[in-house]
């Protein structure tokens, strides 16, 4: 449990893609934080984090849309979301938005501060050690995003929690940290070399013989799951949310209902 005296008030940023694929996902994020003690809202105003615009060099919409988010987000004492790159935008990309405006900047700074990927939260800011959820009997593999890795330094977080689980056996990649192939708009302007790298991803999650593909974003995780289904690959997806949360009885992600 939290070692935080006080419950915190908590506001769960949901993400586009969890909200329109994998709602879920939003679910399994409100349990986790909810059994360490926090109280969780799900501010209705929250919008897009903005960062297709920011990928495609929209500033002004971005900072149009960044002025929403920060508006709905304040007054909380932390924020998270269950996805490292939405992560990664608000709290590393945002104040450098408004370099120009110095309320704005300083607004946003403030909403950086207490921003949260889910995994890191639980771990680092909670110093939640394990989950309390029923034994899983599977192997499991797992992608490390890459705006979650290289720009909040998730990495060891969501293996902690896991390892926390009995009866998962946790087997590493060959290349865990190399990139899916998705990238946000970099999979739509550049196609067909995005499939050229999930195809490398795949391949490698196949050579780990695990059962289930695990990750924290849902970019990576619709990606590779899309892959993996047109391969006949019986290798199952989910957000390691629901497996953290026991979660599991939906289709795993890319399957039908």
């Known amino acids: 449990m939290s070692q935080i005296d006080a419950k915190p008030r908590v506001a769960l940023f949901v993400t586009c893609l969890v909200d329109l694929f994998r709602p879920s996902v939003g679910f399994a994020a409100i349990k986790l934080m909810e059994d360490a003690g926090c109280i969780v809202e799900v501010p209705e105003a929250q919008v897009c984090c903005g960062q297709p615009a920011y990928n495609s060099g929209d500033r002004k919409d971005t900072a149009a849309i960044a002025k929403q988010v920060i508006e709905a987000f304040e007054d909380y004492d932390y924020v998270v979301a269950p ?95 190399t990139c899916c192939g998705f990238g946000g708009t970099f999979c739509v302007k550049y196609g067909e070399v995005s499939t050229d790298i999930v195809g490398r991803k795949t391949a490698d999650i196949t050579a780990t013989g695990a059962d289930l593909l ?44």
């Open 83 to 177: 996805s490292g790159s939405c992560g990664g935008m608000i709290k590393d990309h945002y104040p450098a938005l408004f370099a120009a405006d110095p309320e704005w900047q300083r607004r946003a700074e403030d909403l950086s501060g207490r921003m949260h990927e889910l995994t890191s939260f639980l771990v680092d800011v909670l110093k939640i050690q394990g989950v309390q959820t029923a034994p899983q009997d599977v192997k499991i593999t797992y992608h490390d995003s890459c705006s979650g890795l290289r720009e909040l330094g998730v990495k060891g977080q969501p293996r902690q929690l896991l390892d926390s689980i009995g009866g998962l056996e946790i087997v590493e990649m060959q290349t865990p940290e």
């Open 214 to 257: 695990l990750a924290g974003d849902m970019g990576c995780l619709l990606n590779m799951a899309g892959k993996l289904k047109r391969e006949g690959s019986p290798v199952q997806v989910r957000h390691v949310a629901e497996v953290l949360a026991g979660m599991t009885d939906l289709p795993a992600i890319g399957e039908s209902k």
